[in-house]
């Protein structure tokens, strides 16, 4: 294993990945008091070793991106969601052409969710030490137990890959698996907007509704610009709170249960203005999908019955196929 802290070092790990005909990419990452994952450390493995790089030491990663973005080799990551949200601030788009193997193990019938631990054992007959899962990546500096254990999870994901890669080429998936690996890189961010994933938000309606949209999209921006998180700035229980009473003067503040002191002070004007603005916009929550009736509770278990085993003759992960939100929505004629 390679710990690369140096600019020296880093530009010559760059060196050893441009020879290699494959890479495997994992990240650590911590998020307990930032809004923005802080990344803490890249790992990427070779057919010639491991390197740990510390993203922490002052190294200079704008060609990393580019890099990763730019160059010919698959890039193999687990579960790769996270890992992109992690490296996206390098910039430059994300590492190309990439291979999940967590989307490869349910093409290969496994647990669409299956773990890298779980993986590796099933195909390589190692069980990993899982000491360091809740470990601070943030500390320096690392240990050579929490650096051994970050190595491995990029060490055994090559011998992963190559016997995966043989099960899909024999079952002719390969190109099954281009196609999902693609469209999690060319996904649009299909997330809800802030203030709708605010909880109990169903509790409300007309203004109140409103104002609790205003607030949490005011929320959102103060914690992306100080990096914290959005319950830190205000909790939900207590942007409901407000929505619903619309208070109008300060001293009100004080009494909205959960709201420290402190907000008050630094942001109890702003609070008022929102929960105040005149011709707020309407907003209007998602349309839910109603309960099925128990014809469609019956239509849908026949559904679920072809996906399972359309699913078992492909030897792929049900999900893969259609979760049972896709059916109720197709029943729904959605």
């Avoid at 390098?90 to 779980?118: E, K, M, N």
């Avoid at 103060?222 to 205000?234: C, E, G, K, S, Y």
Wanted: hydrophobic share 45%; charged share 25%.
């Amino acid at each position: 294993m390679h710990l690369v802290s140096t600019q020296a070092e880093f530009d010559a790990a760059l060196d050893a990945f441009a020879r290699a005909p494959v890479l495997a990419l994992d990240t650590e990452f911590m998020r307990v008091d930032t809004y923005f994952p802080r990344f803490c450390l890249l790992q990427v493995g070779t057919p010639d070793g491991a390197w740990c790089i510390d993203p922490l030491g002052g190294l200079d990663l704008a060609t990393l991106g580019t890099w990763l973005a730019g160059t010919a080799q698959p890039k193999l990551m687990h579960a790769a969601r996270q890992d992109l949200e992690v490296l996206a601030p390098l910039g430059a788009g994300t590492p190309r052409p990439l291979v999940d193997t967590q989307i490869a193990a349910a093409l290969l019938g496994l647990s669409d969710q299956i773990s890298y631990a779980a993986v590796v054992e099933t195909y390589c007959g190692v069980t990993i030490d899982k000491s360091q899962t809740r470990t601070d990546w943030a500390q320096r500096p690392l240990s050579a137990d929490q650096l051994r254990y970050a190595a491995l999870d990029v060490t055994y994901l090559l011998p992963v890959w190559e016997a995966m890669a043989r099960e899909l080429t024999s079952e002719g998936k390969t190109g099954w698996l281009e196609e999902e690996c693609a469209r999690l890189v060319g996904a649009p961010d299909d997330a809800a907007p802030s203030w709708q994933r605010v909880k109990g938000l169903t509790q409300l309606e007309g203004r109140s509704l409103a104002i609790a949209a205003a607030l949490a999209e005011w929320r959102e921006g103060v914690a992306r610009t100080a990096d914290r998180p959005r319950n830190w700035i205000l909790r939900d229980e207590v942007l409901l709170q407000l929505a619903r009473r619309a208070p109008q003067r300060l001293g009100e503040l004080t009494d909205v249960q959960g709201l420290p002191p402190a907000t008050v002070r630094r942001h109890g004007e702003r609070l008022l203005a929102l929960c105040n603005a005149p011709g707020l916009a309407p907003r209007a929550l998602p349309p839910r999908l109603p309960r099925l009736t128990p014809e469609g509770n019956r239509l849908l278990a026949e559904c679920q019955q072809i996906v399972r085993e359309r699913a078992a003759a492909a030897k792929v992960a049900p999900t893969l196929l259609a979760t049972r939100r896709d059916l109720e929505q197709l029943l729904w004629g959605e």
